[in-house]
């Protein structure tokens, strides 16, 4: 018998289910330079990775994550924080790599967790099996250990064969959530629970393009987002408000994904300015850090004075950025 989630689709998931459906075809049929879309997968890669390890209580920032996927040494960081961030990296690799498995199995489970978790980063228990001891998450008590496989199999079940027939905006939130009432592994069920219900989205083909990074929803507010975690506990496993929760985040991810991409796509007269992945990166520090002066800028990205120049005039003209401030004391913002 297959996992049945209890849950109620109201009103008000109606309409937001329809804004998020609108929002994403705005974003697929967006004409965006097809050379551009590797550069907003790391993006967003780097942010999924952030968000989750940090709702975890790794304490890199959202630059020194960056830094860690370009290769660049960290020397003033402890080594599992910095495992813990090339693991999570890994793991949305095994899922990119996995896309289209079909059907899903403990064993695809077990190796996803082995990678989010290996490497000497777990406080208890072995990476890429399920516990064989009690465990206790703030006030929730899991499942016994022997019941874990039995809980998975069903799990499973209903993702394999029930989970394709509703919107994967509810599959992946289902999902989400009863991984964690179940907390199959003794430590990394966060980061795994949060990878799976990515992997869903992806397998669905919601996200097709992998530009979605819906992680950083939940660590803006990590309290609500454990919050209503627990609601759904409160109200008797009742799902609806978790589901409602979720797709709030989703249609926010959305939001941000749009206007990233319409960032993409300014127009400097009748001509798209083609933007260098430098640019790219000087924007996305710009959202990050709100406003930058240009010793930071050149700083930042390790270049030249007149390099600086040469990747912000042409976002100047674009008006994508504006300087503020006097000539010794201005700082760059987003347009």
């Not at 390099?307 to 987003?334: D, E, F, H, Q």
């Amino acid at each position: 018998m297959s996992y049945q989630p209890p849950f109620t689709i109201r009103h008000s998931l109606v309409l937001r289910l329809e804004e998020i459906a609108a929002l994403r075809e705005k974003i697929l049929a967006a004409t965006v330079q097809v050379t551009w879309i590797p550069a907003l997968q790391k993006d967003s890669r780097v942010r999924n990775t952030h968000s989750s390890t940090a709702i975890e209580g790794n304490p890199l920032t959202l630059e020194q994550v960056r830094a860690l996927e370009e290769g660049q040494e960290l020397p003033a960081v402890t080594d599992r924080s910095k495992r813990e961030v090339l693991n999570y990296f890994a793991g949305l690799r095994f899922i990119e790599k996995n896309l289209k498995k079909s059907p899903l199995t403990h064993e695809d489970i077990l190796k996803l967790h082995k990678v989010i978790a290996g490497g000497g980063v777990m406080d208890q228990g072995t990476a890429g099996r399920y516990r064989t001891i009690a465990v206790r998450v703030g006030r929730h008590v899991p499942p016994p250990a022997e019941e874990v496989s039995g809980l998975m199999f069903e799990l499973l079940d209903w993702w394999n064969q029930e989970a394709p027939k509703l919107s994967p905006v509810l599959s992946s939130a289902i999902l989400h959530y009863r991984f964690e009432e179940i907390h199959p592994f003794a430590d990394g069920n966060g980061r795994t629970g949060r990878a799976l219900a990515l992997w869903e989205l992806y397998r669905r083909g919601f996200d097709t393009h992998h530009i979605f990074s819906v992680d950083e929803f939940y660590w803006e507010n990590r309290a609500r987002y454990y919050a209503m975690l627990d609601a759904v506990r409160k109200q008797g496993g009742d799902l609806t408000g978790w589901l409602e929760y979720t797709a709030e985040g989703l249609g926010l991810t959305l939001e941000r994904i749009w206007a990233r991409v319409q960032r993409f796509e300014a127009q400097s007269g009748q001509k798209k300015l083609v933007l260098r992945p430098r640019q790219e990166q000087l924007l996305q520090m710009l959202r990050d850090r709100k406003s930058m002066t240009p010793q930071e800028i050149w700083g930042a990205l390790g270049i030249t004075r007149q390099g600086a120049l040469k990747l912000l005039n042409p976002l100047l003209g674009a008006g994508m950025i504006r300087r503020v401030g006097t000539k010794k004391s201005g700082r760059y913002i987003l347009g």
